[in-house]
């Protein structure tokens, strides 16, 4: 499996506190690249994605955590859990094999400005 690459599902966050993320499956996801490597491509995918609407394409999004591992325990949370950064915010240094991902994890891709806000005050509006 990690000839041809692995599949990787990236939420695009863009609104914690209305809870608005897209999904998107990426597949044959090479993880030996470097973190900020990946986040160079899915900032120009999602730029170049007419299925998703402006606001997303459009949106500054500059990190990535961690939501899930394949037969792993899931959070509560709707969008992205706001414990364990330390743990599951990805390095861009790092490599994405050494930063846990494999086969099958599901990321969050978010502004990470956005991300200390609404953890200091964690109120959804809908």
């Not at 900020?36 to 899915?42: H, P, Q, R, V, Y």
């Not at 402006?54 to 969008?79: C, M, S, W």
């Not at 930063?99 to 005050?121: P, Q, R, V």
Request: neutral net charge; charged residues 30%; aromatic residues 12%.
């Amino acid at each position: 499996m990690a000839a041809d690459g692995v599949t990787l599902t990236v939420r695009f966050v863009r609104s914690f506190e209305y809870r608005n993320f897209r999904p998107v499956v990426y597949h044959r996801v090479n993880l030996s690249q470097k973190v900020k490597t990946f986040i160079t491509f899915l900032r120009e995918d999602v730029a170049s994605r007419q299925s998703l609407p402006p606001p997303f394409r459009k949106h500054q999004y500059d990190t990535l955590k961690i939501i899930h591992k394949p037969h792993g325990a899931k959070t509560n949370e709707l969008v992205v859990s706001l414990e364990d950064d330390d743990e599951l915010m990805l390095n861009p240094d790092g490599a994405l094999d050494t930063s846990g991902i494999c086969h099958e994890t599901e990321l969050a891709f978010f502004k990470m400005e956005e991300y200390l806000k609404f953890k200091d005050n964690p109120v959804t509006v809908w």
